[in-house]
């Protein structure tokens, strides 16, 4: 029996109701056994975490986590540009080496900054399960599939095999899912291919979707659907979990369609202000029934993975839009970002809040600074004034990845050399 005990930290669970209060967190065997004031159980090791707030992890529900070493490669470019001009050229010289570094590098950066749990949309994945696995993180993993070539096959065949090797792996924290990339880059027939699979063996779906302009008059002028009804034609939402990464230009009935779907809407709101995309109709998404969660996308497009500024720009544009400083206040976006996150990878049941029986997947954040004081309320203080930076320890499945902001499973000069090294490599003459 492996025990755990945090003492004295303002406990935030995230549970529908409850107020932060004062106590104490025990934890065997990676799950939370107890909560509450002035536990006294025997444990192999005490945190005491005075002035710290305990709440469960972040859960990054889009990411490409190898994207970070191209990181400030290639900005302030329109999405297709970017994407077609300076990303895909780059990730054409990836070797599976690369991307084991370069997701090494993003989950530092996700450890670092109070994540516990991600999405992750890329090739190579097997590098990137490994990475997940050596580091101590929990993932949802997918081999994003861009069929305009004809080597769909392999592509599928890829995606299969980091389904049957990798599902339930390091102790459940690795699950999986099948990634068609997108409307634009994945046609009718092989969609509708990796749909019907998705039925049949209940695998669910992550797809970006509706993220430009540009992207809804493709798609317009190739089948005269909204990215949104082109998936709902192929019966993308009748019985599959389905994460929809995006989801920025939705007309009303657009919306309608999503009524009711499993799964639902990943907003990644940096990435879609940087990329002057537009605003998520997440209000909408939410009176509709429909769960949002919150990502950052990669590295290469958002620059950060930094989940605290997704809080802040999320309840920011959805109180611009609507012109109303009431629409999602702090603790909502806190709610997205933590539960409703852990729905869209459907680990729900494990992880997303702080209970008995659940993983132990939870970070402290040290309030002892004056961004952080005097503490009226700490659900404000976390939305609109905390940064990654003010996260102190992270805990994944009761085992601790970083504490005093020291990483404890990774090896963080090794990392900057072999990221340095292997990004110059890969941007050289681009
Ligand atoms: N190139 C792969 C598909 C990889 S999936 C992940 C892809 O998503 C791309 N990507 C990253 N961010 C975005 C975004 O915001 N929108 C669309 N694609 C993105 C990324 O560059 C990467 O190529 C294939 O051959 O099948
Ligand atoms: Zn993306």
Same mark, same amino acid.
């Given at each position: 029996?492996?025990?755990?005990?945090?003492?004295?930290?303002?406990?935030?669970?995230?549970?529908? &109701?409850?107020?932060?209060?004062?106590?104490?967190?025990?934890?065997?065997?990676?799950?939370?056994?107890?909560?509450?004031?002035?536990?006294?159980?025997?444990? /192999?090791?005490?945190?005491?975490?005075?002035?710290?707030?305990?709440?469960?992890?972040?859960?990054?529900?889009?990411?490409? =986590?190898?994207?970070?070493?191209?990181?400030?490669?290639?900005?302030?470019?329109?999405?297709?540009?970017?994407?077609?001009?300076?990303?895909?050229? =780059?990730?054409?010289?990836? %070797?599976?080496?690369?991307?084991?570094?370069?997701?090494?590098?993003?989950?530092?950066?996700?450890?670092?900054?109070? %994540?516990?749990?991600?999405?992750?949309m890329?090739v $190579?994945?097997?590098?990137?399960?490994?990475?997940?696995?050596?580091?101590?993180?929990?993932?949802?993993?997918t081999r994003g599939m861009v069929f305009l070539?004809?080597d769909g096959e392999r592509r599928m065949a890829e995606a299969l095999?980091?389904? /049957?090797?990798?599902?339930?792996?390091?102790?459940?924290?690795? *699950?999986?899912?099948l990634g068609p990339h997108a409307?634009?880059t994945c046609?009718?027939?092989p969609l509708?291919g990796v749909?019907?699979?998705? #039925?049949?063996? !209940?695998?669910?779906l992550h797809i970006?979707?509706?993220?430009?302009?540009?992207? &809804?008059?493709?798609?317009? @002028?190739?089948?005269?659907?909204?990215? %949104?009804?082109?998936?709902?034609?192929?019966?993308?939402?009748?019985? %599959?979990?389905?994460?929809?990464?995006?989801?920025?230009?939705?007309?009303?009935?657009?919306?309608?369609?999503?009524?009711?779907?499993?799964?639902?809407?990943? $907003?990644?709101?940096?990435?879609?202000?940087?990329? &002057?995309?537009?605003?998520?109709?997440?209000?909408?998404?939410?009176?509709?029934?429909?769960?949002?969660?919150?990502?950052?996308? &990669?590295?290469?497009? @958002?620059?950060?993975?930094?989940?605290?500024?997704?809080?802040? @720009?999320?309840?920011?544009? !959805?109180?611009?839009? #609507?012109?109303?400083?009431?629409?999602?206040?702090?603790?909502?976006?806190?709610?997205? =970002? *933590?539960?409703?996150?852990?729905?869209?990878?459907?680990? /729900?049941?494990?992880?997303?809040?702080?209970?008995?029986?659940?993983?132990? /997947?939870?970070?402290?954040?040290?309030?002892?600074?004056?961004?952080?004081?005097?503490?009226?309320?700490?659900?404000?203080?976390?939305?609109?004034?905390?940064?990654?930076?003010?996260?102190?320890?992270?805990?994944?499945?009761?085992?601790?990845?970083?504490? !005093?902001? !020291?990483?404890?499973?990774?090896?963080?000069?090794?990392?900057?050399?072999?990221?340095?090294?292997?990004?110059?490599?890969?941007?050289?003459?681009?």
């Open positions: 029996m492996k025990t755990l005990l945090i003492k004295d930290c303002m406990i935030l669970t995230m549970v529908e &109701g409850e107020k932060p209060f004062l106590g104490d967190i025990w934890i065997v065997d990676g799950r939370i056994a107890k909560i509450g004031p002035s536990l006294e159980e025997e444990a /192999d090791r005490v945190i005491l975490a005075k002035n710290r707030v305990a709440m469960p992890g972040l859960i990054n529900t889009h990411n490409h =986590a190898s994207m970070s070493l191209l990181r400030a490669f290639s900005d302030d470019l329109k999405l297709m540009d970017w994407l077609d001009k300076k990303m895909l050229p =780059a990730e054409a010289r990836m %070797t599976r080496e690369d991307v084991y570094w370069g997701t090494t590098l993003g989950i530092a950066e996700m450890i670092a900054s109070g %994540t516990t749990a991600f999405a992750d890329y $190579h994945m097997d590098a990137v399960a490994q990475a997940v696995l050596d580091s101590g993180i929990r993932a949802s993993l070539e004809d095999d980091l389904i /049957d090797n990798w599902t339930g792996a390091g102790d459940g924290r690795i *699950t999986t899912m409307p634009y046609p009718p027939k509708q749909i019907e699979l998705a #039925h049949k063996r !209940q695998i669910p970006h979707l509706a993220e430009t302009i540009e992207e &809804g008059e493709k798609i317009r @002028a190739r089948y005269n659907q909204t990215p %949104t009804e082109y998936l709902h034609e192929l019966g993308m939402f009748h019985d %599959t979990h389905v994460l929809l990464a995006h989801a920025v230009h939705l007309n009303e009935s657009d919306v309608a369609l999503l009524r009711g779907m499993r799964g639902g809407v990943a $907003h990644n709101p940096v990435s879609n202000l940087k990329l &002057g995309c537009g605003i998520a109709p997440v209000r909408e998404l939410i009176e509709a029934g429909v769960t949002v969660g919150m990502g950052t996308d &990669g590295a290469g497009s @958002a620059t950060t993975l930094d989940m605290f500024a997704e809080i802040k @720009a999320a309840t920011w544009m !959805q109180k611009l839009k #609507h012109g109303d400083p009431t629409v999602l206040p702090a603790e909502s976006a806190l709610r997205m =970002a *933590t539960i409703e996150s852990a729905k869209l990878l459907a680990i /729900d049941h494990e992880v997303g809040t702080l209970e008995v029986g659940k993983r132990a /997947d939870l970070i402290l954040i040290d309030l002892d600074k004056p961004h952080l004081q005097p503490v009226h309320d700490i659900l404000a203080l976390l939305a609109y004034s905390a940064t990654g930076a003010d996260v102190d320890t992270t805990i994944v499945n009761g085992e601790i990845l970083m504490h !005093q902001r !020291q990483f404890q499973t990774l090896q963080w000069e090794e990392i900057k050399r072999e990221a340095t090294t292997r990004a110059s490599r890969l941007v050289e003459g681009l």
